[in-house]
C-alpha cells in the first residue's frame, strides 16, 4: 500500500517562504501525475498545484507566480516551493495523485501570520 508523507510546514510571517516535501512510498511514481492539494477549516480540499512525469506543471490561479511544483523521480519526492505566502495560504497541505487515488497522508500544517 502506497504512503504519501508530507513534511516542511511550520508558521511564517506574510511575504515569507516554504518548501514542502512529499515522498511516495509506491514504485509507480516516475509514472504519475502528483498534485498538491491545501483545505482550510470548513474548506473543501482544492488541488492548487500539479506535475505530470513529463515535468510539466499546472497552478491555481490563487498561487499560480508564487508557489513552484517540482519532483526528483530517484526520490520518490514532490516539492512545493512556496513564496509571498499570503495569511489566506494558511491551510492543511497534501500530496496525492491528479486522480487522488492513493490514500491521504496526514498533511503538513502551513500557518501564514499577518
Known amino acids: 500500500q502506497v504512503q504519501l508523507v508530507e513534511s516542511g510546514g511550520g508558521l511564517v510571517q506574510a511575504g515569507g517562504s516554504l518548501r514542502l516535501s512529499c515522498v511516495y512510498s509506491?514504485?509507480?511514481?516516475?509514472?504519475?501525475?502528483m498534485g498538491w492539494y491545501r483545505q482550510s477549516p470548513g474548506q473543501q480540499r482544492i488541488r492548487v498545484a500539479s506535475i505530470t512525469p513529463g515535468a510539466s506543471m499546472n497552478y491555481a490561479g490563487s498561487v499560480k507566480g508564487r508557489f513552484a511544483i517540482s519532483r526528483d523521480n530517484a526520490k520518490n519526492t514532490v516539492y512545493l516551493q512556496m513564496s509571498s505566502l499570503k495569511p489566506e495560504d494558511t491551510a492543511v497541505y497534501y500530496c496525492?495523485?491528479?486522480?487522488?487515488?492513493?490514500?491521504w497522508g496526514q498533511g503538513t500544517q502551513v500557518t501564514v501570520s499577518s
Open positions: 496525492n495523485t491528479y486522480l487522488r487515488d492513493e490514500t
Open positions: 509506491g514504485s509507480s511514481f516516475s509514472a504519475k501525475t
